[in-house]
């Protein structure tokens, strides 16, 4: 599976009735990516997900990058 990357500010979380999403701005673009409580601390913030095989890596401003298995 080639590399994703998602990347923008988080305003807020949306609920759909399957699952929570982060919605991310950027541009005039937004993305939904699906929630994890990690996401949280980037609230109001920059911050890029790249997606590698079975886990994501999140990179918040200018905190270090987590990585977190799927």
Same mark, same amino acid.
């Given at each position: 599976?080639?590399?994703?990357?998602?990347? =923008?500010?988080?305003?807020?979380?949306?609920?759909?009735?399957?699952?929570?999403?982060?919605?991310?701005?950027?541009?005039?673009?937004?993305?939904?990516?699906?929630?994890?409580?990690?996401?949280?601390?980037?609230? =109001?913030?920059?911050?890029? @997900?790249?997606?590698?095989?079975? @886990?994501?890596?999140?990179?918040?401003?200018?905190?270090?990058?987590?990585?977190? =298995?799927?």
């Amino acid at each position: 599976m080639p590399e994703q990357r998602r990347s =923008g500010i988080y305003p807020r979380s949306v609920q759909f009735v399957s699952r929570k999403y982060a919605l991310v701005e950027r541009w005039r673009e937004l993305n939904f990516v699906p929630w994890q409580p990690v996401i949280e601390k980037a609230l =109001g913030q920059q911050f890029t @997900g790249l997606a590698r095989g079975s @886990g994501i890596s999140w990179d918040f401003g200018r905190m270090r990058r987590l990585g977190l =298995g799927m």
